[in-house]
């Protein structure tokens, strides 16, 4: 199933909403979302620190909870909303669910696997090739990990100056 | 921590009852160990269709188990034994694990991503390098998929003998 702009905008913003509750928790806020018949079937925010667990990435949260709620591993017309570029697992494991078409708001240029380091949801060699879109609220996605990574910067300095203070 | 031969071959003797218990439930037939000071912490098996979760290859079991036991998503000083060479996605969950060593049986020519299609292990421009020993027990790690494969072609055809009779 396609959409429109402004549908796939109103997607990106449910996934902006996730990475929000990593933010919260002082995660790095990615955010996904994915869509099936136009419904949201499974949401996930990145959870590596909440949960102590290294897979916890918002697609691979979203992708477990799209299988529960489908009773199936496979996720064929689905299309997946995520607000950074995937990494090298997240891009795997989108290819191994069989999701037809990833939607990503902004590149990341140092772990990307859908466009920057690596091609793999459009590798010919791969058993799934992937539809891969971009841009769709590139700033919003893109500004809420500058923030992010901005506070941490500050955050750091203050703490090394408290500790030459004490 | 460094093993010898002798102690990789037992630990990847474990890997392979993980593999076994795969079979048992007609999954394709891989398993996996994490070991920690001599000790294993974690261990997965393929269990796509038993669990219907696309994300839940050997590896991926073997790292969540381990993350849960050591309360800590950061799997330092552990070495993975796995039978079969990780796809793209595990191979990405080993990295993000900060797993500093992976010892696996046989290659995996179609899918492999530690030095068959990819080298996302020893990948430079990742944040994480992965040492990557290849061969332990090869041929019962690959025996035990060979055996799979075969059936699984040997049960299509007569399903098709079955068919065209029916």
Redesign the interface.
Known sequence: MDYTVEEKEVFMREALKEAEIALEHDEIPIGCVIVKDGEIIGRGHNA??E???????AE?MA??NA??RE?????LDCTLFVTIEP???????I????IPKVVYGAKNQK?G?AGS??D?LT?E???HRVEVETGILESECAGIMQEFFRNRRKNNFSFKILRNVV
Chains 1, 2 share one sequence.
């Not at 009773?71 to 996720?75: D, I, Q």
């Not at 290819?95 to 069989?98: E, N, S, Y």
């Open positions: 590596r620190e949960l102590q667990r290294a897979v916890m990435h691979i992708i477990e299988n529960v009773e199936s591993w496979r996720l990494c090298v697992m997240c891009s795997g494991a290819g191994l669910a069989r772990f696997a380091l690596y793999i590798d060699r791969l058993n």
